[in-house]
């Protein structure tokens, strides 16, 4: 199914290798080319500034959506197609993923990897049926990766739902990866209202 609107989430840094920042750059301007708007955490700075700068660039839309009292701090993007300010880092979350067909999650740091969880969680409880990518550039969510594996080998974590992140080296791929992705979690606990 074709994407009309995929959230990133990323690093608010960009990382100590530029590798990380182009692939940045380029996921952007794929969404941007194919006619997907960008949901992300509205800064200018870090992998966030990336992606945001090089899909305006290619003529895409971008839309933040940052915490009102985090504006000033979280350097805001000035050149975005839309900004939502919301007033709370849980409002944000949630506005995220309510915009979104589906998520990317590029290298970052703990606050990326809260958003992948949380978004995976959702799905898991079926709370939401979209695809899941994460862009394991340059091996960096290797770790991760190996971690998920032990949690499945250890009972925490069923092997269905290790299946709901979707993972690919680069962009082309991982979109490619999730245009083609099937729910397979039933809507069957919790709806938006009660998470
Ligand atoms: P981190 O990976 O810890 O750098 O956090 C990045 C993720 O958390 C992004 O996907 C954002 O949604 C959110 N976030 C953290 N810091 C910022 C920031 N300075 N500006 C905007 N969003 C941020």
Redesign the pocket.
């Known amino acids: 199914m074709k994407l009309n609107v995929v959230c990133?989430?990323?690093?608010?840094?960009p990382g100590n290798d530029p590798v990380f920042t182009e692939v940045a750059a380029d996921l952007g301007r794929l969404l941007a080319h194919g006619g997907t708007d960008i949901v992300?955490?509205?800064?200018s700075?870090?992998m966030?500034g990336a992606v945001a700068d090089a899909a305006l660039e290619a003529g895409g839309r971008v839309i933040g959506i940052?915490p009102r009292g985090?504006a000033s701090?979280?350097?805001a993007h000035p050149g975005l197609s839309e900004m939502h300010l919301v007033d709370s880092m849980h409002e944000?979350k949630a506005l995220?993923e309510k915009m979104s067909d589906g998520f990317v999650a590029l290298p970052?740091?703990?606050?990326?990897?809260?958003?992948l969880c949380e978004v995976t969680t959702w799905a898991q409880l079926g709370i939401h049926q979209k695809p899941i990518g994460l862009c394991n550039v340059a091996g960096y969510f290797d770790g991760f990766l190996s971690f998920l594996d032990h949690a499945v080998a250890k009972g925490f974590l069923s092997a269905d739902h290790r299946r709901l992140i979707l993972t690919e080296n680069q962009p082309q791929a991982l979109v490619d990866a999730m245009e083609r992705f099937e729910p397979f979690v039933d809507k069957i606990w919790l709806d938006e209202s009660e998470i």
Do not use: F, P
């Not at 990133?8 to 840094?13: A, P």
């Not at 970052?108 to 958003?115: K, V």
């Open positions: 990133v989430y990323c690093g608010s840094s992300y955490g509205g800064s700075w870090g966030m940052l985090l701090k979280e350097k944000r995220m970052g740091g703990l606050g990326t990897l809260e958003e």
